[in-house]
């Protein structure tokens, strides 16, 4: 089938009143339209950085900045970049505190995540987002950002940015590899509003198809951590892209599960999955299943395309992606295409 699906995102039940006002939700059974879609930057635009998950300094943000600069664009560095509280960039409150000026400031067009790691789940239940629903920007990142990019789809159909973080750009541009080049790029690009296009290489498992959808989704653990929650995705009709890392084979098999026990594998568009870094099994535990095996396993009964090998995840060929906009998926054999329209 080859179809564009507009389907209304239903907000999770079980969300008190004054929860909903002060977040701006919509109420318990209200459906959200279409999603809206932040303006596209331009030069002269203001690009905030904030540390809402893990640590991030000062000095290794700054090849960052200092491309972003070059690129046209304000930077305005968060108070919770340098801070450190053990493993995350500050306190719960102060990367709460930090977070929520990025999200109000009216002067801000777009919020880079310096890392991942982990944190977000522990403060997006107490973030305000009347302001950021009455001038929607584009949040950037991704891992750990998962957690915002699954809220903000959910509950405000705002798209937003999946991408690599300031932790992953070259010390010097002039020597970075080709791939670091293009991957950086590419969050430029979402940015700016340009037609993003990516080839991912054959892979036998693929399962061929062209179908059109939204796209959502991120790493796999916290698409997964967020069933039950006002978090949680909805995926019907759209296409869900999925990667991880750091994860036994078993694990995986675990969460793929989850999801098709959450009806989240059900009736999608289509599925892509990303870069899967696996941790060895330990001796005598072995697993006997792959990445593949585990997918095709919990997907059989359903007819959409599935791509492999698409290059998106804790890797270097890790492109920017706009979640939440119309995409095409074209998977064949022979390779598949990821494109916007």
């Given at each position: 089938?080859n179809?564009?699906?507009?389907?209304?995102?239903?907000?999770?039940?079980?969300?008190?009143?004054?929860?909903?006002?002060?977040?701006?939700?919509?109420?318990?059974?209200?459906?959200?339209?279409?999603?809206?879609?932040?303006?596209?930057?331009?030069?002269?635009?203001?690009?905030?950085?904030?540390?809402?998950?893990?640590?991030?300094?000062?000095?290794?943000?700054?090849?960052?900045?200092?491309?972003?600069?070059?690129?046209?664009?304000?930077?305005?560095?968060?108070?919770?970049?340098?801070?450190?509280?053990?493993?995350?960039?500050?306190?719960?409150?102060?990367?709460?505190?930090?977070?929520?000026?990025?999200?109000?400031?009216?002067?801000?067009?777009?919020?880079?995540?310096?890392?991942?790691?982990?944190?977000?789940?522990?403060?997006?239940d107490?973030?305000?987002?009347?302001?950021?629903?009455?001038r929607?920007?584009?949040?950037?990142?991704?891992?750990?950002?998962?957690?915002?990019?699954?809220?903000?789809?959910?509950?405000?159909g705002?798209?937003?940015?999946?991408?690599?973080?300031?932790?992953?750009?070259?010390?010097?541009?002039?020597?970075?590899?080709?791939?670091?080049?293009?991957?950086?790029?590419?969050?430029?690009?979402?940015?700016?509003?340009?037609?993003?296009?990516?080839?991912?290489?054959?892979?036998?498992?693929?399962?061929?198809?062209?179908?059109?959808?939204?796209?959502?989704?991120?790493?796999?653990?916290?698409?997964?951590?967020?069933?039950?929650?006002?978090?949680?995705?909805?995926?019907?009709?759209?296409?869900?892209?999925?990667?991880d890392?750091?994860?036994?084979?078993?694990?995986?098999?675990?969460m793929?599960?989850?999801?098709?026990?959450?009806?989240?594998?059900?009736?999608?568009?289509?599925?892509?999955?990303?870069?899967?870094?696996?941790?060895p099994?330990?001796?005598?535990?072995?697993?006997?299943?792959?990445?593949?095996?585990?997918?095709?396993?919990?997907?059989?009964?359903?007819?959409?395309?599935?791509c492999?090998?698409?290059?998106?995840?804790?890797?270097?060929?890790?492109?920017?992606?706009?979640?939440?906009?119309?995409?095409?998926?074209?998977?064949?054999?022979?390779?598949?295409?990821?494109?916007?329209?």
């Amino acid at each position: 089938m080859n179809r564009k699906y507009f389907i209304s995102s239903v907000v999770a039940a079980g969300v008190g009143l004054s929860t909903l006002e002060a977040l701006a939700l919509p109420a318990k059974g209200e459906k959200i339209g279409r999603h809206k879609i932040p303006p596209f930057l331009k030069s002269g635009d203001c690009i905030g950085i904030s540390s809402p998950a893990g640590f991030m300094s000062l000095e290794a943000i700054t090849p960052a900045v200092q491309l972003m600069e070059s690129w046209g664009f304000k930077v305005l560095i968060g108070t919770t970049v340098g801070k450190r509280d053990f493993t995350y960039g500050g306190t719960d409150e102060e990367r709460l505190a930090d977070f929520q000026q990025m999200l109000d400031n009216p002067d801000i067009k777009a919020v880079m995540c310096a890392r991942g790691g982990y944190g977000l789940v522990r403060i997006i239940d107490r973030l305000n987002f009347k302001h950021f629903v009455n001038r929607p920007k584009w949040i950037i990142g991704f891992s750990d950002v998962t957690v915002l990019h699954c809220h903000i789809n959910q509950n405000f159909g705002i798209a937003s940015v999946h991408s690599k973080m300031c932790n992953s750009f070259p010390d010097d541009w002039a020597t970075a590899e080709p791939i670091q080049v293009s991957t950086i790029l590419s969050i430029k690009q979402a940015l700016m509003g340009e037609e993003l296009r990516y080839p991912a290489p054959a892979a036998l498992a693929n399962r061929a198809g062209r179908v059109e959808g939204k796209l959502v989704g991120g790493n796999l653990s916290i698409v997964a951590n967020l069933a039950g929650t006002p978090s949680d995705l909805v995926t019907k009709h759209k296409i869900l892209f999925l990667e991880d890392t750091g994860e036994y084979l078993y694990n995986i098999d675990r969460m793929f599960w989850n999801l098709k026990r959450t009806g989240k594998l059900t009736k999608l568009a289509g599925l892509i999955i990303g870069g899967f870094k696996v941790k060895p099994d330990d001796p005598g535990e072995e697993f006997g299943k792959t990445v593949y095996q585990i997918v095709m396993e919990k997907v059989k009964d359903y007819d959409y395309p599935v791509c492999f090998d698409f290059p998106v995840g804790h890797q270097r060929n890790n492109f920017a992606l706009r979640c939440g906009m119309p995409h095409l998926l074209d998977v064949s054999l022979d390779g598949s295409t990821l494109s916007t329209i």
